[in-house]
């Protein structure tokens, strides 16, 4: 993982291209402890040499497994990192991934296994906000009346 700083203040804007075979989920959490991300946005192409997404099943309270099992062009990576209730950086991310005939498979990304590169620009805001658990949706989710301290 390649990062470099192209903005420093009021927000923060960082440029990260990561290398073949590294795992972009577990990559971007690195990524969000490292920099101290409390209330960030990020945007990514690239490509995949294979991925699963997610679809949240609202019966069973989990991700329903989307594996993509080919190379795939990530058309669309849209996120945002928020401070979770363990204090901790919680990045949420959702894919788009187009397939070598055209289709399309998107959801919450669970996982991808770049190849050969994925490009983010994350932009970071100083103020950091804070996750919540909501126990009638199953999920924690971002509480736009709370702040947190910076991770």
């Known amino acids: 993982m390649r990062v470099k700083r192209l903005q420093e203040s009021p927000e923060s804007v960082h440029v990260v291209v990561l290398d073949a075979g590294e795992e972009a989920v577990e990559a971007v959490?690195?990524?969000?402890r490292e920099?101290?991300?409390?209330?960030a946005q990020i945007t990514a192409i690239g490509a995949f040499e294979q991925a699963v997404v997610g679809w949240f099943d609202r019966e069973a309270g989990d991700y329903r497994r989307i594996p993509v099992r080919e190379q795939?062009?990530?058309l669309s990576?849209?996120?945002d990192i928020a401070v979770g209730e363990d204090g901790e950086p919680a990045?949420?991310?959702?894919?788009?991934?187009?397939?070598?005939d055209g289709q399309?498979?998107?959801?919450?990304?669970?996982?991808g296994r770049t190849w050969p590169t994925l490009e983010l620009v994350v932009r970071n805001s100083p103020t950091a906000?804070?996750?919540?658990?909501?126990?009638?949706v199953g999920l924690a989710l971002i509480d736009p009346d709370k702040t947190a301290e910076r991770p």
Do not use: D, F, I, N
């Not at 959490?29 to 969000?32: D, H, Y």
């Not at 949420?92 to 397939?99: E, F, K, N, R, Y």
């Not at 906000?129 to 126990?135: D, G, N, Q, S, V």
């Open 72 to 74: 795939c062009e990530v």
């Open 104 to 111: 399309v498979r998107g959801g919450h990304l669970l996982e």
């Open 35 to 39: 920099l101290r991300l409390g209330a």
């Open 91 to 100: 990045p949420h991310l959702h894919a788009v991934l187009g397939t070598a």
């Open 29 to 32: 959490g690195r990524l969000a």
């Open 77 to 79: 990576l849209v996120g």
């Open 129 to 136: 906000l804070a996750k919540t658990w909501r126990p009638e």
